[in-house]
Antibody, heavy 113, light 106 residues
Framework: QVQLQQSGAELMKPGASVKISCKAT????????IEWVKQRPGHGLEWIGE????????NYNEKFKGKATFTADTSSNTAYMQLSSLTSEDSAVYYC??????WGQGTSVTVSS | EILLTQSPAIIAASPGEKVTITCSAS?????MNWYQQKPGSSPKIWIY???NLASGVPARFSGSGSGTSFSFTINSMEAEDVATYYC?????????FGAGTKLELK
């Protein structure tokens, strides 16, 4: 069955970068877009963007350009999102999802000095 | 960017009561999804393509609408329906979500 397994919680210092992983199993990884979504308490859900692993094509929400970078490794069926120059505004739970239907369990990122 | 305005933000319903949540879009949308999220869990697709129930979703749920006005209805509230519900438009980039409606049991 389709599963998306995300990496564990991260505690980061302001100004640092973090790379979150999303390992896919149960389907042809290269053929389906992987989306990334941010959730902060009181701020609902925000769509960060998406990547098509087979081609590396990406679509970013303008708001997250320069903040988020998507990559994918088809040899390990893993998608990645790197967040740079972290601030307290980046403290959130980040989800990967296979276009609507399948979601990872979420990765909590806390930015604190 | 298409803004989605959901209302109400919070609603409390008694078992058996009908519940309706609305989602108003700032521009016309042709593809609307609804998600259910319970505390500590990932969102789950609940209704896709405006009115199609996701697999396993009880028939008491329904979705409707067109253009800029959409609704999500529970015909008869049950305790297990307590959750936050989000609308999402998938018609144009960036994809956007409504702010969510928290459904509580009265």
């Amino acid at each position: 069955q389709v599963q998306l397994q995300q990496s564990g919680a991260e505690l980061m210092k302001p100004g640092a970068s973090v790379k979150i992983s999303c390992k896919a199993t149960g389907y042809t990884f290269s053929s389906y877009w992987i989306e990334w979504v941010k959730q902060r308490p009181g701020h609902g859900l925000e769509w960060i963007g998406e990547i098509l692993p087979g081609s590396g094509s990406t679509n970013y929400n303008e708001k997250f350009k320069g903040k988020a970078t998507f990559t994918a490794d088809t040899s390990s069926n893993t998608a990645y999102m790197q967040l740079s120059s972290l601030t307290s505004e980046d403290s959130a739970v980040y989800y990967c999802a296979r276009r609507t239907l399948y979601w990872g369990q979420g990765t909590s990122v806390t930015v604190s000095s | 960017e298409i803004l989605l305005t959901q209302s109400p933000a919070i609603i409390a319903a008694s078992p058996g009561e009908k519940v309706t949540i609305t989602c108003s879009a700032s521009s016309s949308v042709s593809y609307m999804n609804w998600y259910q999220q319970k505390p500590g869990s990932s969102p789950k697709i609940w209704i896709y393509g405006i009115s199609n129930l996701a697999s396993g979703v009880p028939a008491r749920f329904s979705g409707s609408g067109s253009g800029t006005s959409f609704s999500f209805t529970i015909n008869s509230m049950e305790a297990e329906d307590v959750a936050t519900y989000y609308c999402q438009q998938r018609s144009s980039y960036p994809l956007t979500f409504g702010a969510g409606t928290k459904l509580e049991l009265k």
